[in-house]
């Protein structure tokens, strides 16, 4: 099916995460229309089977292809971990944009020589993050925090209370410990806790996530099919599988305006 310029582009995540790429995406490509699913009625991605997070991405996507999308984003590392190959086979003509933890650039930065990783269990315990080291950890030491309960907090909008801090400090210290001096956000949910992480460690410590790099590759693939918007749209549309108003209620918090939410059934 050929694909129009004007067309959205479909982004989605497991819950409000993915507004992390979004921002970004919106930031370096004003022009698109963009359609967001957050699959909010089944979070955390991180914590359940493979299968099941591909039956939930094929739903999705093919929600996005019946919406006429010109491409897709999944702006989710435990997504892409589990479904990209597939989605990838089913649509081997669609631009898929996927993303995974930042260990080549966290590599080539570290000064000494040990990098941390924040992600779900589902991505590091993944196949494909298991190549991603073997690919570019080098002789970089890469120690690895899988951190269940965050995204849980996250999705209620709590980015600073006691608990989240408590939290959050358990999974950073053993890093701290460690030596890192670059930490991966390896997940799309953790940057919104960039300002905690920032009271908890040394200014000397990078924090790097992929939300720009992910932007950067959509412009580049649409670019290359000759499918960028060329007319300001700047529509953004919303749908999630839990309670609409819910997700209303986080979207100043986490995405700065309010935009139409409808709910996403399948
Ligand atoms: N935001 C997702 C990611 O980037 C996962 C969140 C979840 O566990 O549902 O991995």
């Excluded at 590599?107 to 196949?127: I, P």
């Excluded at 290359?224 to 007319?231: G, H, Y």
């Excluded at 209620?249 to 059934?265: A, E, Q």
Aim: proline share 7%; with cysteine.
């Amino acid at each position: 099916m050929s694909r129009a310029s004007d067309a959205p582009v479909g982004v989605f995540d497991s819950g409000v995460g993915g507004l992390s790429v979004l921002g970004e995406i919106r930031s370096l490509l004003p022009n698109e229309s963009l359609l967001y699913v957050a699959d909010c009625g089944h979070i955390p991605y991180g914590e359940k089977t493979p299968e099941f997070i591909r039956q939930r991405c094929l739903i999705i996507a093919d929600f996005f292809h019946q919406q006429r999308a010109k491409a897709l984003v999944l702006a989710c590392n435990t997504a892409t971990a589990a479904a990209a190959a597939q989605l990838r086979e089913r649509y081997p003509d669609w631009p898929i944009v996927g993303m995974e933890p930042a260990v080549k650039p966290a590599a080539a930065a570290t000064r000494s020589g040990v990098v941390g990783v924040l992600a779900t269990t589902g991505t590091l315990q993944s196949a494909k993050f298991a190549a991603l080291l073997d690919r570019f950890a080098g002789d970089v030491r890469v120690v690895t925090q899988p951190c269940p309960g965050l995204v849980e907090l996250i999705e209620t909008g709590d980015l600073f209370s006691p608990t989240i801090r408590a939290l959050l400090q358990s999974y950073v210290d053993p890093l701290l410990a460690e030596g890192c001096d670059t930490i991966i956000l390896g997940c799309t949910h953790y940057p919104f806790l960039k300002p905690l992480l920032r009271e908890m460690i040394p200014e000397s410590i990078s924090l790097i996530d992929t939300g720009s790099a992910v932007a950067r590759q959509l412009q580049r693939l649409l670019t290359q099919s000759d499918l960028l918007a060329n007319i300001p749209a700047r529509e953004t549309l919303f749908w999630t599988s839990a309670n609409p108003n819910k997700f209303r209620n986080i979207l100043p918090v986490l995405w700065k305006k309010s935009d139409s939410v409808r709910s996403f059934d399948l």
